[in-house]
Structures are given as C-alpha cells and as structure tokens.
C-alpha cells in the first residue's frame, strides 16, 4: 500500500458541459478521497507555473487562453497508487485515442482546435503530485 495524493484540475471543458459530477463519481467509485475541491478561474500565475514544462511549445499560448476560458475544479485526491491510478483512470491525452471505459475515452470529443481539449488533468509522478498541490492548493503543500 503506498498512500500518495494527486492534483486533478476538471479543466473548463469538463465544467462547461456539465460534467463535473459524473467525473467525480468515477474518481469516488474507484475509492479515492477527495481531499479539497475549489472552483476557480485560475489567475496567469497559477496557469504559468502549472504548465512550466510547456513553455516555448505552440500549444502554449492557446492552453492558457482555454484553461482561462471559464471555470475550472481543482481537487486534491488520495489514495493508493492515485497517482498512476488517475492516469489510468483519465486515459490517453488525445481522447481519440483513449480507450472505452476511460474519461477521456468516454467523454471527450475530438475538436480541431489548436489545443487538446481533453476534460482532465491529472499529476504523473509524485514529484509532480507535491509541485502541484503546491500551486494550487498551498495550504496542503507537504
Ligand atoms: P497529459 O495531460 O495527458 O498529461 P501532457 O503531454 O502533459 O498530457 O500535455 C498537457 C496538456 O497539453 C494536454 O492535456 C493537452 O491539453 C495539451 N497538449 C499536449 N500536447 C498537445 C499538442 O501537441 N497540441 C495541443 N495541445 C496539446
């Protein structure tokens, strides 16, 4: 057992069609925790940090735009093995090819836009769990 915590952010597609309660029913029936839920515009910063990685990259200037677009929910989610665990969950970035039963898979629809919109967003190492529970939630940073 390896009792670890997430940052999942339900982005501004997910809220705007309504699909908040049937993301999280999935992430409450697979037995994880939900340990903080806010929803909020998120300010550049907080935009800017999350997304370090992908500075510089194309994509980057229209995914603060849509990641600002409306509201997003950011919650802290625990479990065992969450992180992987919500990855798996979530399926593959692009929700063409995310499989069936996934929430991309399931939910997400393929848009011809100059970024994916795929619904979730969920940590991918513990490394990345600690960095961003930090930004978004500072008062639950390890
Ligand atoms: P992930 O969300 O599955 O972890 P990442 O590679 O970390 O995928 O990318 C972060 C987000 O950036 C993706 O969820 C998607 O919204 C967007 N994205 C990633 N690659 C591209 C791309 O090539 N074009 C447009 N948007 C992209």
Redesign the pocket.
Known sequence: MTQERTLILLKPDAVKRQLRGEIIRRIEQKGYTILALDQRTASHEELTAHYAE?EGKP?FPP?LEFMSSGPLVALVVAGDECIAGMRSLMGA?QPTQAAPGTIRGDLGRAWDK?????LI?GS?SPESAAREIGIWFPSLAA
């Open positions: 992908h994509f995914m970035t100059p970024v994916i919109e795929n967003h991918d």
